[in-house]
Nanobody, 125 residues
Framework: QVQLVESGGGLVQAGGSLRLSCAASGRTFSSYAMGWFRQAPGKEREFVAHISAASVSTYYADSVKGRFTISRDNAKNTVYLQMNSLKPEDTAVYYC??????????????????WGQGTQVTVSS
């Protein structure tokens, strides 16, 4: 069993920055790939970024590439999402997830088996 708790969301003006954190507990965090997804009202869940177990590889959705950075600190059992140059279209509930079956990430939400409760990010224009 893995428990994930996101934090760091909030209200920010366009062009601003936020850093989301996702604290994991329960199992060997360093063995699992981690991902961030988001869901805006009335829209489907959307892939944002993923990172492999040993931080060897990262991958981003085109919509956030160059603005967002995913990282992890395995000593703290935490994954981060640094979000810069935020836009109103980034407004959504952001979720972290863990893929316990593999050390490499995926852009498919079906490949993740544990999810956090989500944190709201609102970007005003």
């Amino acid at each position: 069993q893995v428990q994930l708790v996101e934090s760091g969301g909030g209200l920010v003006q366009a062009g601003g920055s936020l850093r989301l954190s996702c604290a994991a507990s329960g199992r060997t965090f360093s063995s699992y790939a981690m991902g961030w997804f988001r869901q805006a009202p009335g829209k489907e869940r959307e892939f944002v970024a993923h990172i492999s177990a040993a931080s060897v590889s990262t991958y981003y959705a085109d919509s956030v590439k160059g603005r967002f950075t995913i990282s992890r600190d395995n000593a703290k059992n935490t994954v981060y999402l640094q979000m810069n140059s935020l836009k109103p279209e980034d407004t959504a509930v952001y979720y972290c997830a863990t893929r316990t079956a593999r050390r490499t990430g995926s852009s498919r939400f079906q490949d993740y088996d544990y999810w956090g409760q989500g944190t709201q990010v609102t970007v005003s224009s």
